[in-house]
């Protein structure tokens, strides 16, 4: 067996290095094929567990202008027109399931000698809810820490990770803009939500004592709304812009707010992927065409050098359908050997790439499926014309004294 | 007397080139028997190769009858012919064709790929073969470690690994220097002597001296001397 195969294919390791050049095509064409494909499989499972983090029942109102860029929500403009009186008016409204005013800043939080410039959401009771947060350690805010200003906090997992490493947070003292705060809670990590924002990197304190001990203001930069369900949100989202408005009285053109749902923040996001994706998918394609056209250069220029062999060949007995096949072999086995070690090299840099650009890992195989399937297709048709070339051959050439 | 190996009646073939035809053999008779030796000679582009080449099942003639062990070839599929080449011919050219890439005994092997599988026994058996042409510590070197004596020799094992009934040699010494014909030549006389029938195409009265009977292949028609 081993013979017969070595004296059918022997041909092909004779020449490595040509064998290797006319792999690279293809191994650069399927790699990228995969990795592509990969992204695009594992952005989906991205934006799935993003508007999943972020809650697909949740939205928010934003003071001020908001543009969704790139993914994240940003605010282009800063007012100081939405107040806590907003929010509880908002609450009335019916459909209403849990509310929290929010006043977001950057602060500075010390801890065991660590100093760490973070995000500060000062929020309500309902907020930890709300985010479906779970807890590493200790508990929620209470109501009654919410109306007294308490200085306590509930720590990102990533903050309590680099003030506090791998020892217990709760009951022991941070400085929150340099005033003494209780830690009462840690976030379990949860990762980046729909809005673009690290979910570990962020500390949480009451939004009254947010408001008046750290950043002394008498407006929120935002409140958090949860609808009943997902099928009344987009009601609700109407109603409370109507009464925004009302209340603000502004042209409704000119609104200083704006509002949120995962949908708008995701959707921005999904179409630079999917140019991208695009634009991934036409290079690869086009690497693979070279890479085939290549494979079946190589093996016309091997036929031409192999026109003895393919004479001597006929003289010892064979068809020419067995030349045919031999040759059309010998194509799809340098496809498919450039197809495996392209699968390969995607599949590293697959494993490499995802986690660096912060997508979820994904085993993709699919992505590998479609491209082995590639392979095995570019590997007949880049092989059918060099070995329809072989099955030409006269073997008169072998009378040649040459 | 039996049955001849090969009878040719009136061989014709006519090469079309373009819009020019050529007509290389112009009636060509022959008869080979079982155990001949017969060496073809004549002056170059008078049609030996491509007389050899039809005799080969290589080509089919223009037009004439070629029986084949009794079979009439012109009746036979490619396939049909494949196997007659794989199993009752032998071939050894001028240039030796070894594949490069293949040891001695691979190439001798060669032609039992076409048979179906390759078993011990042939490996054995091409292993004999060179042995007996002395190679026995050449085997496993490639052709280009081999001189165009040995390597003619590995051709002449690899004719012989399915057993033929006929050899077919166009010029085999035409590369060698003497001391390496005269060693071919030698064995191709042996082997007649066992039994093997042969027809070889030489420019060389001394090659052509160790066949049982020469003839002459001029203009396409077979003349006497
Ligand atoms: N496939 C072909 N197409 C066209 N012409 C051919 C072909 N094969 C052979 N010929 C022509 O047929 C003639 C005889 O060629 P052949 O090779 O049989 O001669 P030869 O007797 O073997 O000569 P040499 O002694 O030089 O080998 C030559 O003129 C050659 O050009
Ligand atoms: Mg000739």
Redesign the pocket.
């Known amino acids: 067996m081993k013979l017969k195969l070595k004296l059918l294919f022997g041909a092909l390791l004779h020449k490595k290095l040509r064998l290797l050049l006319s792999l690279i095509g293809i191994i650069i064409g399927v790699s990228a094929l995969l990795i592509m494909n990969s992204f695009g499989e594992s952005a989906k499972v991205k934006t799935l567990a993003e508007i999943e983090t972020f809650g697909p029942d949740l939205f928010m109102v934003i003071s001020g202008s908001a543009r969704v860029m790139a993914g994240r929500a940003m605010q282009t403009e800063q007012m100081t027109t939405l107040k806590v009186e907003d929010a509880q008016a908002i609450r009335n409204l019916p459909g209403v399931k849990n509310i929290s005013p929010v006043y977001t800043g950057q602060t500075v939080v010390r801890g065991e000698g660590v100093n760490l410039i973070t995000t500060v959401n000062g929020v309500n009771e309902e907020y930890v809810a709300m985010r479906n947060y779970p807890l590493l350690e200790g508990r929620n805010f209470s109501r009654e820490e919410i109306q007294t200003l308490s200085k306590v906090v509930i720590l990102g997992y990533k903050i309590k990770s680099q003030v506090f490493g791998e020892k217990s947070a709760v009951g022991e003292k941070v400085l929150v803009s340099k005033l003494p705060f209780t830690v009462i809670g840690v976030l379990a990590p949860i990762g980046v939500d729909a809005s673009g924002q690290d979910q570990d990197d962020q500390v949480l304190v009451p939004y009254t004592t947010a408001m008046s001990a750290l950043f002394n203001v008498d407006y929120l930069t935002g409140i958090f709304i949860k609808a009943e369900s997902t099928s009344t949100l987009p009601y609700l989202v109407k109603q409370v812009e109507e009464l925004l408005i009302k209340r603000h009285k502004v042209d409704p053109k000119r609104k200083d707010f704006s509002i949120l749902k995962a949908e708008d923040l995701v959707q921005a996001k999904e179409q630079t992927t999917r140019t991208f994706s695009s634009l991934v998918a036409s290079v690869s394609i086009l690497c693979l065409i070279v890479g085939a056209l290549g494979v079946a250069g190589i093996m016309t220029l091997s036929v031409n050098e192999r026109t003895k062999e393919i004479g001597l060949r006929l003289a010892l007995g064979a068809q020419r359908r067995d030349i045919f096949m031999q040759f059309l072999i010998e194509s799809l086995f340098i496809t498919l050997a450039g197809g495996l070690i392209g699968i390969l090299l995607g599949l590293i840099l697959v494993f490499i790439l995802l986690p660096a650009f912060n997508y979820p890992l994904i085993v993709p195989v699919k992505p590998v499926l479609v491209s082995s399937f590639l392979t095995i297709i570019i590997g007949l048709f880049a092989g059918v014309y060099p070995a329809y070339r072989a099955t030409k051959i006269?073997p008169?050439i072998l009378?040649k004294s040459g | 007397m039996s049955e001849p190996l090969i009878l040719l009646r009136d061989i014709k073939k006519v090469?079309v080139?373009g819009k020019i035809s050529?007509e290389?053999l112009k009636g060509v008779n022959l008869e080979v028997f079982a155990g001949d030796f017969l060496a073809i000679m004549?002056?170059?582009?008078?049609?030996?190769?491509?007389?050899l080449y039809i005799l080969g099942l290589l080509d089919k003639p223009t037009s004439g009858s070629y029986l084949f062990e009794g079979r009439e070839v012109s009746t036979l599929s490619e396939a049909e012919m494949a196997h007659l080449r794989n199993q009752k011919i032998g071939f050894i050219f001028q240039a030796f064709h070894l594949v490069p890439w293949a040891t001695a005994l691979e190439n001798v092997l060669l032609p039992t790929l076409y048979r179906g599988s390759i078993t011990e026994k042939d490996v054995k058996r091409a292993s004999l073969l060179l042995d007996r042409l002395g190679l026995q510590n050449k085997q496993n070197l490639k052709p280009a470690e081999l001189s165009g004596g040995e390597q003619q020799r590995v051709a002449i094992a690899r004719a012989l690994i399915n057993q033929p009934s006929l050899l077919l040699a166009d010029?085999p010494t035409g590369n060698l220097d003497s001391k390496s014909s005269q060693e071919v030549v030698k064995i191709l006389k042996e082997l007649n002597e066992e039994g093997l029938t042969i027809i070889l195409?030489t420019?060389d009265p001394e090659v052509a001296k160790s066949a049982k009977k020469v003839k002459f292949?001029k203009d396409g028609v077979f003349v006497e001397e």
Not at chain 2, 42 to 51: A, D, E
């Open positions: 006269d008169a009378l | 090469f080139v050529y290389v004549g002056p170059s582009g008078g049609g030996k190769s491509t007389l010029e195409v420019h292949l």
